[in-house]
């Protein structure tokens, strides 16, 4: 099991960006996927965009395709996602989170095994 710890959340106003990061804290060499998700109150959680962590290789939701970007360091095995030209749609709890297969579209929680606690973004228009 990995534990994941998500960091750089905060509120921003529309327009404006903000870059998120997740820390592994144990060995990441089963996994094969990342990903961010986000959930916003009432609303069930959603795959933002996932990295095949050998290849590189990037899926991204419709919603953010175009403003946000994920990318991983392949040294610490650290992932982040800079999102960008934020709207308010875009507040909620994002999540950081771990496959040990291969990456799948759509992006579901169902497919990712390790979850981090999350950090909340906030988009004031």
């Known amino acids: 099991q990995v534990e994941l710890v998500e960091s750089g959340g905060g509120s921003v106003q529309a327009g404006g960006s903000l870059r998120l990061s997740c820390a592994p804290s144990?060995?990441?060499?089963?996994?094969?996927?990342m990903g961010w998700f986000r959930q916003a109150p009432g609303k069930e959680r959603e795959g933002v965009a996932s990295?095949?962590?050998?290849?590189?290789?990037?899926i991204y939701a419709d919603s953010v395709k175009g403003r946000f970007t994920i990318s991983q360091d392949t040294a610490d095995k650290s992932v982040y996602l800079q999102m960008n030209s934020l709207k308010s749609e875009d507040t909620a709890m994002y999540y950081c989170?771990?496959?040990?297969?291969?990456?799948?579209?759509?992006?579901?929680?169902?497919?990712?095994?390790?979850w981090g606690q999350g950090t909340q973004v906030t988009v004031s228009s």
């Open positions: 990295i095949y962590t050998r290849s590189g290789g990037t």
């Open positions: 989170a771990a496959a040990l297969w291969t990456c799948t579209w759509p992006i579901v929680p169902s497919s990712f095994t390790d």
């Open positions: 144990h060995n990441m060499y089963s996994t094969n996927c």
